[in-house]
Each structure stands twice: as C-alpha cells, then as structure tokens.
C-alpha cells in the first residue's frame, strides 16, 4: 500500500471510481448515472457525487441490477461433456473435471452440485467456498433447467403427472415446469425446470412414467445459460451472471 493509498482505503472508495473498475462506465459516464439517479447504494439512491463505498461489503446496484465486487475468487461455466464424472480427481481413472480446469486456469476450483457422468451441460466451478455452499443449500432454492430426450412418444396425460408431482423412493418431487418441445416418432424432447439437486432427479422421474431418458443435458442454472457453449469448454460467469447469482443467494 502506498502513503496516498491509505486514506482512500480507509474513508472507502468514490463511487465512480468502483463503477469504472467493475466494468460498467468509465468515471465520468458514472458520474452521468449518478446525476440521473440510477445508482443505488444499499437500496438508497445515490444524489452526491463524492459518495465513498466499500466495494465489498456494500451491495451497488445500477438500474436495479447488482453490480458485484471486484472479484477476489473466480466463477466459471463449463459445459461438462458426457462421459466426465463430476469430481475434480476420479480414483478409479475415468475422466474428470481437473483434466479439463486445468486447461483454462491453474487456479484449484472445486465444482458447486454435480451432474451423472452421462449427463452433459452446465457445472458452475469456483474457489469460492461461501457461494458454493449458499448455491447447494435448498434453502435458496435456485432454479436448474433440463432438456432430456426420452424414449418413446409421452402423452398428455404423462406430462400432466410430471407436472402434479412424482413420487420417488426418497419422496415427491414436484418440479417448477414441465415443458414438451418435440414428438418424435419414438422419441420426445422435454424441457424440466426445478430447484432439487437430488441424485439423477430427472432420469427417475421419467423412470417413474416408464420413458427413459436417453440423452440429458441441464442448460441452466437460474440466471446463467449455457448458450453456445460447446462441450469441454469454459467461460467465467458474466458481471451480470454472478451479480443475479449473488442476489438469489443472498450473499
């Protein structure tokens, strides 16, 4: 820390100052925001241009989204291929999620929840300890979206029963919507949104309806998208991403 740091640090940082190094304007296109009202500071709008924070522990917002702090962890998306068990090391040598971290950072990240080794799609990874714990505790109930092609043409009637509620060995799942996006001639394309983590939920829910599921991806985790992310491959979550990501998990 040098001599003219120190004030600055300890009175807290101008606001212009944070919002120009998160990203989103530079200090004078701040100052505009400011003026026009459309920073808010801890759920106060901000009217004073000089207004110090501390970008850690103070929740900025502009035009009501979260603008998170300068990140002191990293956040990442990987699109998990199938065929790769969710663990970062695999004792028993099948492939695993360090082979393919280690690829894009040498930082020791360790995966929030996990997918079957033969479902594909969206893992968050982090070094992140307090997100990734508020991110599997069921309490804050974040939404995962599910695209699964199953065996067989399902009915009305069997979307229905999805939708009303399945019951499984270790009890109901109900999920937040149940979607059909394709019938095929022996095959139909179901999109499952729901916020349980349990293990392989979606396979024994159409397990449970006597139509199998024969490929499965999740494509979302509440705010983020999988997008045309290909598999194997891996992004860090956007400003916008981990600032919604915060505000569902309180953090």
Same mark, same amino acid.
């Given at each position: 820390?040098?001599? =003219?740091?120190?004030?600055? &640090?300890? %009175?807290?940082?101008?606001?212009?100052?944070?919002?120009?190094?998160?990203?989103?304007?530079?200090?004078?296109?701040?100052?505009?925001?400011?003026?026009?009202?459309?920073?808010?500071?801890?759920?106060?709008?901000?009217?004073?241009?000089?207004?110090?924070?501390?970008?850690?522990?103070?929740?900025?917002?502009?035009?009501?989204?979260?603008?998170?702090?300068?990140?002191?962890?990293?956040?990442?998306?990987?699109?998990?291929?199938?065929?790769?068990? =969710?663990?970062?090391?695999?004792?028993?040598?099948?492939?695993?999620?360090?082979?393919?971290?280690?690829?894009?950072?040498?930082?020791?990240?360790?995966?929030?929840?996990?997918?079957?080794?033969?479902?594909?799609?969206? &893992?968050?990874?982090?070094?992140?300890?307090?997100? =990734?714990?508020?991110?599997?505790?069921?309490?804050?109930?974040?939404?995962?979206?599910?695209?699964?092609?199953?065996?067989?043409?399902i009915t009305e009637a069997s979307l229905k029963n999805l939708r009303k509620g399945i019951e499984l060995d270790? !009890?109901?799942?109900?999920?937040?919507?149940? %979607?059909?996006?394709?019938?095929?001639?022996?095959?139909?394309?179901?999109?499952?949104?729901?916020? %349980?983590?349990?293990?392989?939920?979606?396979?024994?829910?159409?397990?449970?309806?006597?139509?199998?599921?024969?490929?499965? =991806?999740?494509?979302?985790? !509440?705010?983020?998208?999988?997008?045309?992310?290909?598999?194997?491959?891996?992004? %860090?979550?956007?400003?916008?991403?981990? !600032?919604?990501?915060?505000?569902?998990?309180?953090?």
């Open positions: 820390m040098t001599q =003219s740091d120190g004030p600055e &640090l300890h %009175e807290g940082i101008r606001l212009q100052k944070v919002l120009a190094q998160a990203g989103v304007a530079s200090r004078r296109a701040a100052e505009d925001l400011i003026f026009r009202r459309r920073v808010e500071v801890n759920g106060e709008v901000v009217t004073e241009q000089g207004r110090r924070v501390d970008p850690v522990h103070d929740v900025i917002r502009v035009d009501g989204k979260r603008i998170p702090p300068q990140a002191a962890h990293l956040y990442v998306v990987l699109n998990k291929p199938r065929g790769v068990v =969710s663990t970062m090391e695999d004792p028993h040598g099948r492939p695993a999620l360090a082979e393919i971290v280690r690829t894009f950072t040498p930082e020791r990240l360790f995966h929030v929840g996990r997918l079957d080794a033969e479902t594909e799609g969206l &893992l968050i990874l982090t070094n992140d300890g307090d997100f =990734s714990q508020r991110m599997m505790h069921p309490s804050f109930e974040v939404p995962k979206v599910y695209v699964a092609e199953i065996a067989g043409v270790d !009890g109901p799942v109900k999920p937040d919507k149940v %979607e059909l996006l394709q019938r095929g001639t022996d095959r139909s394309l179901v999109r499952v949104t729901l916020h %349980e983590g349990r293990n392989r939920i979606v396979r024994r829910m159409f397990d449970e309806i006597g139509q199998p599921v024969r490929q499965l =991806s999740r494509i979302a985790i !509440g705010p983020v998208r999988l997008g045309e992310l290909k598999p194997g491959m891996l992004r %860090e979550l956007t400003r916008e991403e981990l !600032g919604a990501l915060l505000d569902l998990v309180q953090l």
